[in-house]
């Protein structure tokens, strides 16, 4: 073959750079697509809902009229359920992703799990509702509370929480667990000291992750029965009860609750116009924790890499 | 072997020692081997011939991956246990046995941290016992002078061949009897492996070292023993100036002077 001239390879270039650049352009396009589309959305809801931007919405409870009704009790639910979400589930996720990483043998028992994790993904929300309302709510008898609520969501984003623990291990290199063993630490110690501190910017961005699903989880949630009209915040630890009595350490969790999506969802469905107001506004609020979740492990990931470099 | 090693002391022996890999290839066959008391050993050899395998059965590293299988045995003095031994705890063995990896592989913690962390597994909590042999282990590996004011800095702000060092450091925190190292100057400049050089011709008094090295001028400058090994096989094993000069296996000789490897 004769070589190339000079003039020939320049257009062999320019015919390159202009796929470079058409595809640059239709990056871009969808790209815009994608931020026109949300932030659209929460602008929307952001000007529908204005004229309830004030600190009373936040304080009030649920009313009839729509100026004063507020969304006090749906996001201190929100936040407990969440509370109680993280507690189950991390622990639980966190333990059998090391598990799987770190000591299961690799055997079909393995395999079968594995691949059930991924199948636990993909269930249906409503799927879980079901399966709560009949173990948590009747069989260990938790009632309509916040804690069923809680561990429902938790078993919801479980899968979320194992995969990304395991992600993360194994993003660590085989050469640092070498290390470790190597000077005669067991794998405990290995998992204790370096295993699971290395993996930890992984994890905690899956658990934000699967936060940020539960929060909005709405069908499993009704499932189970949470109230969509409530005028009364569960009992604080240690405070006065109505009966006279003082409230325990737990008895929160045993309370009735709401939460923000069926809040939403309760507005959205009555005829006065004027509650699509409060919907909107409580949607802006719900995205709002939603960012600011996501804004906080973006940070967290950030600051905890910093010091990890292999 | 040569009659002129028997005032030498045996710190190890492999015997009839075969490995085999998950896959059931066989990386080792039937190596028979002695390793002397305070001095070091050289392994030498055309890549894929075993090296590493053969390393890394001195710690049982094999052990931490499924389906990997040892016959024969590694004696260990001056106990005489043999490392391999089902009975024998790996964790026991890697206490005894020290090593030394390819590329440094410091942890993503503080200087400090590193040289304590086998201290920490052994379970000292003992602030001023722990800052003795961190103090200790980071002189002994030639490290301390320029890392002594900044103990508690990230040790991957290091240049390489002080992480190096730093994981020899950490090697020698828990006081081996036996120190594997495994091409440990291959990523390093002529400065940084002149160093570790320097420093295993230091340690062999405290130490009893197995050092496998593609180089062999650093072979030659190094070991007092070597080893040449080929597909597997421990095809030579003598004082380091007799393999060299006057090797007895045209394949060593071969491999030495560079017709082949
Ligand atoms: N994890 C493994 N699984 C299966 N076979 C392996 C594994 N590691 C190494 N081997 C094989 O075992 C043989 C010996 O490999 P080893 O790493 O011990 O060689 P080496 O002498 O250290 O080579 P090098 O000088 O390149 O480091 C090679 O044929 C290699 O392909
Ligand atoms: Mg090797």
């Given at each position: 073959m004769k070589p190339l001239t000079t003039e020939e390879i320049r257009a062999v270039i320019a015919r390159g750079k202009l796929k470079d650049t058409l595809f640059k352009a239709l990056g871009i396009l969808c790209l815009a697509f994608g931020l026109f589309v949300i932030v659209a959305l929460i602008l929307d809801?952001?000007?529908?809902?204005?004229?309830?931007?004030?600190?009373?919405?936040?304080?009030?409870?649920?009313?009839?009229?729509?100026?004063?009704?507020?969304?006090?009790?749906?996001?201190v639910g929100s936040l407990l359920v969440m509370f109680v979400t993280a507690l189950a589930a991390v622990p639980l996720g966190v333990a059998a992703g090391v598990?799987?990483?770190?000591?299961?043998?690799?055997?079909?028992?393995?395999?079968?799990?594995?691949?059930?994790?991924?199948?636990?993904?993909?269930?249906?929300?409503?799927?879980?509702?079901?399966?709560?309302?009949?173990?948590?709510?009747y069989q260990f008898g938790f009632g309509q509370s916040i804690l069923s609520a809680g561990l429902t969501l938790a078993l919801l984003i479980l899968p979320i929480i194992i995969v990304a623990t395991r992600e993360a291990i194994r993003a660590i290199p085989a050469m640092i667990r070498e290390g470790s063993m190597a000077v005669g630490a067991t794998r405990w110690q290995t998992c204790r000291y370096h295993i699971i501190p290395y993996a930890m910017p992984g994890i905690l961005t899956g658990v934000i992750i699967g936060l940020a699903r539960a929060i909005g989880e709405t069908a499993p949630i009704i499932?189970?029965?949470?109230?969509?009209?409530?005028a009364f915040l569960p009992p604080a630890p240690l405070t006065a009860l109505p009966d006279g009595g003082t409230a325990g350490l737990f008895d929160w969790v045993t309370a009735p609750f709401t939460v923000m999506p069926i809040q939403i969802f309760n507005w959205t469905s009555r005829p006065d116009p004027a509650f699509e107001i409060n919907a909107a506004a409580a949607g802006f609020v719900l995205m709002a924790m939603v960012l600011a979740m996501n804004a906080l492990a973006i940070w967290l990931r950030y600051r905890m890499r910093k010091n990890i470099k292999w | 072997m040569p009659n002129n090693t028997t005032q030498e002391r045996l710190k190890a022996e492999a015997r009839g020692l075969n490995f085999f890999y998950n896959g059931g290839i066989q990386a080792l066959k039937n190596i028979n081997m002695p390793i002397y008391d305070n001095r070091v050993t050289a392994l030498i050899g055309p890549?894929?011939?075993?090296?590493?395998?053969?390393?890394?059965?001195?710690?049982?590293?094999h052990d931490l991956y499924p389906g990997n299988r040892y016959e024969g045995e590694i004696r260990f003095y001056p106990d005489d246990t043999n490392l391999l031994a089902p009975e024998v705890d790996p964790i026991e063995v890697r206490m005894r046995v020290g090593m030394?990896?390819?590329?440094?592989?410091?942890?993503?913690?503080?200087?400090?941290?590193?040289?304590?962390?086998?201290?920490r597994v052994r379970g000292e909590r003992?602030?001023?016992?722990?800052?003795?042999?961190?103090?200790?282990a980071l002189r002994g590996a030639a490290l301390w002078d320029e890392v002594k004011d900044r103990l508690q800095d990230l040790a991957s702000n290091l240049s390489g061949g002080q992480q190096q060092r730093l994981c020899i450091a950490r090697a020698l925190a828990t006081d081996p009897e036996l120190l594997l190292f495994d091409?440990?100057?291959?990523?390093?400049?002529?400065?940084?492996?002149?160093?570790?050089?320097?420093?295993?011709?230091?340690?062999?008094?405290?130490?009893?070292?197995?050092?496998?090295?593609?180089?062999?001028?650093?072979?030659?400058?190094?070991?007092?023993?070597?080893?040449?090994?080929?597909?597997?096989?421990?095809?030579?094993?003598?004082?380091?100036?007799e393999i060299f000069i006057k090797p007895k296996d045209r394949r060593t000789e071969d491999y030495i002077t560079g017709r082949m490897g």
């Open positions: 809801m952001a000007i529908k809902g204005s004229e309830r931007f004030t600190l009373d919405f936040f304080l009030n409870f649920a009313s009839r009229r729509a100026a004063q009704a507020g969304i006090l009790s749906a996001w598990y799987l990483e770190e000591y299961a043998p690799r055997n079909w028992m393995t395999q079968v799990i594995e691949i059930n994790i991924a199948n636990l993904a993909a269930v249906p929300s409503i799927v879980y509702g079901l399966l709560a309302l009949g173990i948590f709510v499932t189970i029965g949470a109230l969509t009209f409530i | 890549s894929g011939c075993g090296k590493s395998t053969y390393l890394r059965s001195f710690n049982r590293m030394v990896f390819q590329k440094p592989n410091p942890f993503p913690k503080s200087i400090y941290e590193n040289v304590a962390y086998g201290l003992n602030r001023r016992m722990l800052d003795d042999k961190v103090e200790h091409e440990p100057t291959s990523a390093l400049d002529p400065i940084a492996t002149g160093a570790i050089e320097e420093l295993v011709h230091e340690l062999k008094k405290r130490v009893t070292i197995l050092i496998v090295t593609h180089n062999m001028q650093q072979a030659a400058r190094v070991s007092d023993y070597t080893a040449y090994m080929f597909l597997g096989e421990m095809i030579e094993f003598g004082k380091t100036d």
